[in-house]
């Protein structure tokens, strides 16, 4: 897998969450030294086309810009609105600054395995033994009138968007050989909570013996 070669797609990072459930902003907690927001950033923005941040205002020299939501207090189907309303890209990755150890090698694997699916669909969500990951997504401009549908009928899951458009789930566990097991497990770690952090900090020890 050659790392070095861009997707020639944009990636935008949600980072608009109110960081109730977590009780401090989300977006300055630290791992390995760096904030959450810093270590996506740094992760993904050298394999995309163009990288930006949707959300509360943050400047990085390897984000291509910062996006305000369009319409704010909705939660992540409103970062994902503003992405795909700014794009000038068909396809977009998006993802949220809650996946603090989201690997490059994981998302260009996936980017590998759906993207001639996105011919003939607007979304591919991943699944993993939680469910479906719908910050760790692939998304065409075509959900948008689907997005709109949601909001007007107060439906607020991105999930939602799945009555009024084509969305594949795709399991992400045949993307990667069982070695890459750990890599699976920290990259898609979605940390919401005290309990959550503690649990993700609790793992990098382990896998630092």
């Not at 503003?82 to 068909?90: G, I």
């Not at 591919?124 to 939680?130: F, L, S």
């Not at 890459?180 to 793992?203: A, G, Q, R, V």
């Amino acid at each position: 897998m050659d790392l070095t070669k861009k997707i020639y797609i944009n990636c935008f990072i949600l980072n608009g969450g109110k960081s109730t459930r977590m009780t401090r902003d989300k977006a300055k907690i630290t791992i390995n030294g760096k904030s959450f927001v810093e270590n996506v950033i740094e992760e993904l923005a050298p394999i995309f086309k163009k990288c930006f941040l949707v959300g509360k205002e943050y400047h990085h020299p390897f984000i291509a810009g910062w996006l305000e939501d369009i319409i704010k207090g909705i939660g992540p189907i409103g970062g994902l609105y503003t992405a795909l309303q700014n794009t000038d890209t068909l396809c977009n990755f998006v993802t949220a600054i809650d996946y603090p150890l989201i690997n490059r090698k994981l998302v260009y694997a996936l980017w590998q395995k759906v993207e001639n699916l996105l011919n003939i669909h607007d979304a591919i969500i991943p699944v993993y033994d939680d469910g479906p990951h719908p910050l760790f997504g692939f998304y065409r401009k075509t959900c948008i009138k689907a997005i709109e549908k949601c909001i007007k009928n107060k439906k607020f899951s991105i999930l939602g968007i799945s009555d009024y458009c084509n969305i594949a789930f795709s399991d992400i566990k045949k993307i990667l050989p069982d070695r890459d097991k750990i890599l699976l497990e920290t990259s898609l770690m979605n940390i919401n909570t005290p309990d959550d952090y503690k649990k993700l900090l609790k793992m990098l020890k382990n896998i630092e013996k």
